[in-house]
């Protein structure tokens, strides 16, 4: 079981994201993310959907998921938190904790070490009245796939 787990922390595709954009300068922050349904498949693939579960408590106001994987003859559970999203909160918060559970069991590990990406903006956030500043190529075009820009660039680590 040992080398099973293990194989958890193999890098798998991710995707990029803006994370923030610059008030002073034309910047955004970009992160890699992988997506729950992901860390599902991973689970999947490594231990057998039949030896994993998920589970989630409400405790103190704090949504906990746990991810179970049947080590043995036990299961062995691993806790974290999450976060709200922008568009679906609940949703996007019970997606964010899974996922953090899953990084303790190794999934998605590797992210922390493709570090943050800057990529040029259009304009400064201060200076844009109505919608977000969006992300431009060298030649000054709109940019509609991050993670096809960061990846047929370099861009990453």
């Excluded at 002073?24 to 693939?45: F, H, T």
């Excluded at 991810?67 to 976060?83: A, H, L, P, S």
């Excluded at 679906?88 to 990406?117: N, T």
Aim: one cysteine or more.
């Amino acid at each position: 079981m040992e080398e099973k787990l293990k194989k958890l922390t193999k890098e798998i595709p991710c995707q990029w994201r803006v994370q923030s954009y610059s008030s002073n300068k034309p910047s955004a922050q970009c992160v890699a993310y992988i997506d729950a349904r992901d860390v599902m498949d991973l689970l999947d693939e490594v231990i057998g959907a039949e030896n994993w579960q998920d589970d989630y408590k409400l405790i103190d106001g704090k949504l906990l998921a746990g991810i179970g994987i049947n080590v043995g003859d036990q299961w062995v559970w691993k806790w974290d938190t999450g976060t709200e999203s922008n568009m679906e909160a609940e949703k996007g918060q019970m997606s964010d904790a899974f996922k953090r559970a899953g990084v303790k069991w190794g999934v998605g590990r590797f992210l922390y070490s493709k570090g943050i990406v800057y990529l040029p903006t259009n304009e400064p956030l201060d200076k844009v009245k109505k919608n977000y500043p969006y992300v431009i190529d060298k030649n000054g075009a709109k940019v509609w796939d991050i993670t096809k820009h960061i990846n047929d660039n370099n861009l990453s680590k």
